[in-house]
């Protein structure tokens, strides 16, 4: 199955970040949100999911600004 933009609807995409994060509201520590946040760009079909990742990669290696840490990684 794709998961290119070109390739997929909203709503499979909304599916496609849900199930790789998991359960959302089951996260205690709140870091699960901050995550979901960061693939909306690829929810509303602006950004693939390689851009997202290679951006993030980028900047964690980088040390450049990125979201906000909380204790168990970003939001």
């Not at 993030?56 to 979201?67: E, I, K, Q, T, Y």
């Amino acid at each position: 199955m794709s998961i290119l933009i070109k390739d997929t609807t909203k709503e499979e995409r909304e599916k496609i970040v849900a199930d790789s994060i998991g359960s959302i509201e089951g996260m205690c520590d709140g870091c699960a949100p901050g995550l979901a946040d960061m693939y909306q760009d690829y929810i509303d079909g602006k950004r693939e999911i390689s851009e997202i990742n290679m951006e993030f990669r980028a900047r964690f290696v980088s040390g450049d600004d990125g979201p906000e840490k909380s204790s168990c990684g970003y939001m």
